[in-house]
């Protein structure tokens, strides 16, 4: 993951705003990872959600602020109280997840939050929001919609993942994008630039929804 921006860069709005969590999710290769590391950098409210992890730090990772990084029985004691919104096993190796608190604390702080996930995991988001109203009133989820064969392209120029990998997510792709009908928003993916600015079109959409609520 990469590190935070140096808030100084940022701009401030002049207008203040209501924290928002916008949870934002779509195939591998869909742009997810680009729209919230340009959020985060460029509008001053936002901040990454710090999620979990039980994998070790790399060198350079601070804790607290690349992830919480917690022992695997810290990580099921948590689990046990109740304390994840959201986790899940990644390659059956590592636990991921993402604590109530590093959500519920920003927003009670004023600050907006942007974190970017997969489809599972936002039905989980969506499930906590059913008895967590501040959860309910400032989380709206967001789907990048690509097209299949632009999204294998993205991920052959992107130059990651060898062809096996990108034709398993493929597969996956083809059932995640079933769910873009459950939620708030959802991108027609086309330019970087066309992009952020359908996010940020999203984000004020939250804001007027919160205002008049
Ligand atoms: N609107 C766009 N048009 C063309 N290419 C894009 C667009 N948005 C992102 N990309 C490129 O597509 C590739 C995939 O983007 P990114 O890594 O942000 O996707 P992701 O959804 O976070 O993927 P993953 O889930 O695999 O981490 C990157 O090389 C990125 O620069």
Redesign the pocket.
Known sequence: MSSQPDASSKQPNPTPTPPVLLVIA?A???????LCERLVSTEAEFSRVVTTTTRPPRPGEIDGVHYHFLTPEQFDAKLAAGEFLEWAWVHQKHRYGTLASSVLEPLANGRSLAI?IDVQGVESFRNAAKTNPILARHMATVFIDVPMEELRK?MK??GQDSDAEIERRMKTAEREVQEAGKFDYLIK????DE?FAALQAAWRGTCERIASS
Do not use: M, Q
């Not at 591998?28 to 680009?34: D, H, P």
């Not at 993916?189 to 970087?192: I, K």
């Open positions: 779509g591998a290769g869909s742009g997810k990872s680009t970017n993205r120029l992107r993916s086309t330019t970087r992009d």
